[in-house]
């Protein structure tokens, strides 16, 4: 007999099953750790379970909730109450544009399981086994995350939507036949919030452009749902763009969401170097290593933001792999020596070399490694 195994960590949700999964993840707890001199004197293997236990937890860590996402997370709060009860038709939906590995994704997920989670809260019959309402057996699904495949039609956008709320359709069906088909069981299963991540990727060439914006508008004027796109370069696309040039219906798409730009942190201000010190505390403050101090990662404050470019996600990415290679070197604390061994992203890792060329006069690159 086949026997199956989950992985641990958690992948995009592409179902409402794997969806719910997302929702109710715990991430790793911090471990207990002895004192130090009594770990070095534990034997080898049991210092490997613990050291263990410390790399799952850094490898998860803590996701720091910025001011620029409970900013974001306030706005859609207060679109939906907006549209809770508003008549028929579309209802004003919200676009987080923005670079890569500014935290887009995980901004909207996060919105969209505490969402459901405030409901679980509230209405715990609601997501029971056998819930009825009007004398059908429902299966509650208030949340509908879609994240969209390159080059993604509007046929694939239905059968997206099908898939996730496991709703089967024939071979053949036409676009029409599936959309007709899900908007019906969404509006059944009580749909309130419909999230399309990464709608960059949608076909918007000019072949395809109008009928795209046609389906996004036909789906949102037919569910009582509060929409919620992301998505790279989003207000220069066909889907938003706006202005002179701009066909009727991108004008249509563009009039009926509000842009949200979300952008990397800066040091330029006195606001962006508190807000970027309160990221690196934040993640430093939960860190299990025996021999880091509160602050060590503070006073890098600004090689920290050269490395990472101000990106919460690199900056993450950063701190976790050192956090691990910490535990493994057997440093037990994050230096800045330490982090010259950590290699990030090209694209990170060729903006940062040019960081320090122009910090040296473009001449002799920096040395790599300092104390830290």
């Not at 195994?5 to 958690?10: E, Q």
């Not at 604390?333 to 090209?346: F, G, Q, V």
Request: proline share 5%; charged share 25%; with cysteine.
């Amino acid at each position: 007999m086949m026997r199956s195994y989950a992985h641990p960590g958690l992948a995009e949700p592409r179902t409402k099953t794997e969806w719910r999964g997302y929702r109710d993840h715990k991430a790793p707890a911090r471990p207990v750790m002895p004192p130090y001199e009594t770990f070095l004197a534990l034997p080898k293997n049991k210092r490997e379970v613990l050291n263990d236990a410390r790399h799952d937890f850094h490898s998860a860590l803590a996701i720091i909730r910025t001011a620029q996402m409970l900013r974001l997370h306030s706005l859609m709060e207060r679109r939906m109450h907006l549209n809770a009860h508003q008549p028929p038709g579309a209802r004003r939906g919200i676009v987080v544009d923005g670079p890569p590995t500014v935290g887009k994704s995980t901004l909207v997920k996060m919105f969209a399981a505490d969402f459901e989670r405030r409901l679980l809260r509230k209405y715990p019959e609601r997501f029971d086994d056998g819930y009825e309402k009007d004398g059908m057996v429902i299966d509650y699904t208030p949340v509908v995350y879609i994240n969209v495949p390159a080059g993604a039609t509007p046929k694939d956008m239905s059968v997206l939507l099908a898939d996730y709320l496991g709703l089967p359709y024939r071979a053949g069906a036409t676009k029409t036949e599936i959309t007709k088909n899900v908007l019906a069981v969404m509006r059944t299963v009580g749909v309130e919030l419909v999230i399309i991540d990464d709608v960059h990727f949608l076909d918007v060439s000019q072949r395809e452009g109008k009928i795209v914006n046609d389906h996004l508008k036909y789906l949102a004027n037919h569910t009582a749902a509060t929409f919620i796109y992301t998505g790279v370069d989003l207000k220069r696309s066909g889907l938003f763009l706006e202005g002179q040039g701009a066909s009727t219906r991108a004008t249509q798409t563009s009039a009926r969401n509000t842009l949200h730009q979300m952008t990397k942190f800066t040091i330029s201000t006195k606001q962006g170097k508190q807000e970027w010190a309160g990221a690196i505390m934040a993640l430093e403050s939960v860190l299990a290593l025996y021999q880091h101090k509160q602050g060590q990662l503070t006073r890098l404050s600004r090689y920290l933001f050269d490395r990472t470019g101000g990106s919460i996600c690199g900056l993450s990415d950063l701190l976790r792999e050192g956090a691990i290679e910490a535990v493994m070197s057997g440093e037990e604390a994050i230096t800045r020596r330490l982090l010259e061994r950590i290699d990030l992203s090209e694209h990170a890792e060729t903006a940062y070399r040019q960081t320090r060329r122009t910090r040296t006069g473009g001449n002799r690159p920096a040395p790599r490694a300092q104390a830290g």
